[in-house]
């Protein structure tokens, strides 16, 4: 369960549930049999294998890959040729592959499909993060993902050179307008969080306006986020908030307008774009003898 | 588990695996608990909210967020005013919700994320759909998507007005470019299989060359895949083929050479762009009083 | 997960399903713990046994018993004498096991039970494939089967020279009376399969007349289906069809009539006792010292 | 969970192990989906429909049909005409339903394979206690059963006049011959047993001889079995034991042996096949408009 | 899935995972079936119960056992005359329900046990917060809990007054000797999870020296935990961070000290015994006509 | 799954729901990552490790550590220096670990906490087995359990000296008062339970008086069970049952009475306590370099 290899960033533990979700995957695409393999591929042969990279890539996600070759056939070796968020070129080989011919078929797609998804994501969100090279700010995921991936989606974005907002609804406290509305205003809430909150967690508050960012401010916010915000309001804010507590520019970012979001002086920068519009990279295998 | 409404294109059905996606899905987000929520809401409190579209998109996935709200809380009403499929405008309202205020917060991001991904996909394809616009062609998914949400992609792209190919690798056989190595040709592969595969799946092949395209033919493939030739060879094998079985035309197809590609006469192109490479589409909730 | 020896027909893949099924299967047997054996058996004790037919029969499920011992036990060793689908002699040595001799007694029921049924079928299933001997047909399987054991079934069934229907409601049609009375007639409904099925199944439409097989003829139907027609109809059926769409006979068959079904002419002929009504082989376990 | 109505024989009761049974043969059926009916029925749809006989048969499993089609569609009403138990004639209505024609499709085979095979268990068991009418014996099930449906096919023997051996090997102590040879003799085994064992928990001996008979009734078992005996050494062994335990005959028993075994004066006779060899009676749905 | 009632601390969320755990505990009561309940009840019997207090408590735990009730029998009705977190007096009824006998008998033990334990931790914790009453400090939980239960019993610590510490390894970082030693120091390992850590967290470190405790402060702990130090080391440490960051008391508290360690000044004492040693209170269920 | 060692009491059977438990132990601690170590500790670090008794104790559950480092690294090692059920005095080793860091780390409240609960339970019983050594009497556990558990508690009872009642309700029939008045009296619910019960399952019946122990004994109950009553009235029932069957004390049983009730010559007294109220005992693992 622990990591095999070291990093420099936190790598992915593969839980209970990472498990159950690879075993899910081979089911899925399975279901009662890979037909065309079981009637063409005698089950003893024996086969090598390659896994490249068709285009130029970061890489993510090497350590589920070979747990999916390791649920679906406990003898295919599988050695990758390198780290994870390292950055690929086209035509490189990723990894090399031993085992049997049948399980090799059989557990490919699933295998390059989280390899291909993953090192999407990595990809870009490394281009956002060079896109704000040298400027001392962090680029966030979001919550933004489709189910079933999440820990899996955040790590590739560490591996991008990002960072991560909380895992979900349970591991930090996100005050947002319709809290603010259901609650009564920002003071209120952010009070009737303050007293009963684990103490190991903080309260960010999403403000849309000066005046809500000074509520915000007066009732102890830890982090408070900008949202939505023009770059000049949130230079504004920058200048108001002038260093008490973290800012989180949020919204409507693109790789075109987030050095200039990043040059106002927010902390952090967070992009749904990097969890719910990675394009796919292109990566094959191809079984030799 | 039958669907409710009537589309043009078969509806998802709603299985024990899809109902096990949601139910991970909002354990995934809400883990121990939403905190913000627990701590700022009053249990007893209900409000009114809306779904709305912040960009042009079409619509699928509906009856996933009904799902999710109905698994979250059993007295959320949901309407939506769009059927599968049919196009949204920019801040359109897609649904209207009524309910706990609580639990709708706490299933918010679940059912966007599911909304605004199965719609992404469903956008994208009737990209490519439109692109090949009078000509008699399929547009087709592949099997590459990220685990977790094959059925529900392919839904969407059916939603989006393309056909799917295969859902796994038990129902259908396509004999690709490594069975028939590690078989010994496309003849011998294809009477392997032949003999016996059951009697309603049909055999396809995936061939590079004119040679293996003669070959397929001979072995009595009955659909024939291109894999990644230029227009000009399609072309060729669609003149040699001649209608005797279908032609499916597979890699490197995008929107900009879809149409040319389909010119060749083809009779399905094949797009893992769809499934792999979709941008979610921008939806979000607002809660009212 | 891959099968791991040849054999001439499609071996059974181990999925996560049927992994599941057999945990589920020592969980139901052992529930809080085989107490008797607790009480009784030294833990570190270790024995050797042997499985033995108790009747003439064929061999199915090894692979299975396999896994239910390594579930149960990773240290058991368990050696099969037999191949799969191979007749077995009574009071032959099916297999010899070698392990702790508490987890061969908590472990005998669930993997004789396993044996005994799926070898009952394959030994049906011959039955029938000997009582055509000689004849253009092969002997299908139906979807006739107690829950939870159908990839199992199936398997035995190929083990016994049978060939497999489809594997359920999902990997090929089989347009029934209930569905043409409901779509308004047997033309209608294939058309509109034909609109938007995925282009790798088959379209099977059942019959119960002359008319009704015209009509699916004309419909453009893939394969026939001879509804409990007698062997008059059936002969009947075939000089209309003249090979034209291969014809499955169904319904009422025995190992007495059999034959006289296959003499008609007709391709396949489905049997549901194959696989509900197949009495479990006499197979017993023996532990030694 | 509990039972819904009276019956002169313990109920099944709904656990969530039956509950998870029956949702997993839904999945195993309908799979990515019922694609026949979802190209060929619209949505919305509703029609009657009937279940009959096409033999004579006891009626079993009636609560789980029920449940199969509340878990794929809560609104099939389902009405049946007859109690558990009961005969029913060929040709009778077994059961009425009425709800989402799309719904009783998809559902249709997994109920009917339920019933079916259950219905048979009981008719057959039925068999074994009507051979041995008159007679102060019981007839008895064993553990040799297809994993999965344990609980269901032990039902099956109650509701077919039957008595239910115990459940596995939890619930009840069995020194069967292995145990004896594995542990130093009957006197030791109990022993050990009686030491420890759950107060509530009787010990049955199996025995091979009159000399193990002996051992037995001085090693205090509760229970003798006569394993595989001739009916005279049956006789002689009710001799011996004169009352002073109960008394279960087991091996071999067919229904042309079981009454003169049961004449012998044994107080149970257990027989394998009326869970291991049953077949399905033939039971069908036919829907109407 | 909210909560349904307001109540002045953070209301325990129904989630998958609860509901799992509660079908679960239904599952190993009833395992096969209550064979008592089953074989003296007539199962359309219907009863009314009560669930009394048998000794002084704090109620807790009452949404689950109306859950359990609900998995069990969905019909029956059950309500609650006090809120959770409420004192109730020996004698004094707690719940009347209403509903099928069968169903009472069968959910009863599980619902008692879940209340028994839940209110014991919410009465043991209540103990402590009296302990300690006026003073400016909080009673925490920590992780030492059975597993299985800990959303629940966290829930039950609040239900006393206490406060919880993090629910697990995933939302808080708790800096352990054992990380100090591996990490090479205080300040590395504040480093490290600085550099990477989500936003949201806070990083509390343990010390068990003034030493360590200067580091801690130096290297930017947001929290410090004083691990198992005497009363007077703790004022001393009071003193020295004087107000700078929060300091949470932890180690050998007990309901005699925790006063005295109250006073020292720090802000949280955390209680192991709290949820790992909490007596059961006494309940019972008395089913009337 | 079987038992690795001999012990003088029925060892725990490591049956797939114990596996499942430890898995889901693991998960609800670790959740989406153990942050603290991902980030602190390098993924290739290894380490050795003690768990130590920090007071006077009994050992249960060693094969569930075993189990739990299992799971979540499977390269740790991990020796017992004790039996189960052995004393281990304060400040002694229990156990010698050695493996990755990280898994050390990560897994070490889970295996504790599971280790210090079952110890207590060991311990707790074992007080009371020896408050009555000498006399012929056996301490029993119930089902008052946190659910979840039940299998280890009742473990860790027999660890401590004591014997187990009902792992259920499927193993053995309790009648008490609510099915008495349910069913109409002891004898008609006793004749019920006879005529159809599993001939390996016992009654036990629960009596409030000496009428109801002199109906008891007339209905053939084969064990009574004293409710609640004094010890005077328990010495007057033995004289009556005076050997016939035996009996067992329950209710209000504690440290304090318990020898006082064995002496009334009471075959068997039943404790709540041991299983819902044994407080954890203390034990802490240090991790060396």
Redesign the interface.
């Known amino acids: ?7 420099n ?5 593969i ?3 990472i498990r159950s ?25 024996r ?1 090598e294998a390659v896994i490249k990279a068709k285009q130029d890539m970061l890489l993510a996600g090497a350590a589920l890959a070979v747990e999916v070759f390791r ?3 406990g003898e295919t070796e599988i050695v990758f040729g390198f780290s994870e968020g390292a950055t690929v070129r086209e035509g490189e080989v990723i990894a090399k592959l031993q085992g ?8 490919e ?2 295998a ?3 390899l ?2 993953l090192s ?1 994501i990595a990809t870009l969100t490394n281009k956002y993060v060079e896109a704000v090279n040298g400027l001392p700010v ?1 680029i ?1 995921d979001t ?9 899996m989606a ?1 790590y590739a974005v ?1 591996a991008g050179g990002g ?14 307008d ?2 603010i ?3 009564g205003g920002i003071k209120r ?1 952010v009070q ?2 303050r007293k ?7 309260v ?1 508050v999403e403000v849309k306006s000066m005046t809500e960012l000074h509520e915000a401010l007066a009732a102890g916010a ?2 408070i986020m900008l949202d939505n915000m023009g770059v000049n309001a949130m230079k504004e804010a920058v200048d108001i908030v002038s260093g008490r507590v ?1 800012l ?1 520019a949020s919204g409507n970012v693109n790789l075109e307008n987030v050095r200039s979001i990043a040059e106002t002086g927010v902390n ?1 920068i967070s992009v ?2 990097l969890t ?2 990675a ?2 990279v292109d990566i094959s295998m ?2 030799g ?1």
Do not use: W
């Open positions: 369960m622990p990591p095999k290899e070291y990093m960033f936190a790598p992915l533990q839980t209970k549930s979700f690879l075993e899910g995957a081979l089911a899925e695409d399975i279901g009662c049999g890979d037909i065309t393999t079981l009637l063409t591929i005698d089950a003893p042969k086969s649920i679906g056939d049997s011919t049948s399980a090799l078929l059989s557990c797609r699933v390059l499909n989280i291909q998804q999407g962090k966030l919550r933004k993902i489709m189910p079933g991936i999440r820990s955040k560490r960072f991560n907002h909380r895992s979900g609804l349970y591991d930090g406290m996100l005050v947002k319709n809290h509305a259901a609650c809430a009737r969080i009963s909150a684990p103490h190991l967690l903080k960010e830890d982090v973290p989180e952090m749904g774009a719910h519009s394009s796919a191809r079984i003898s």
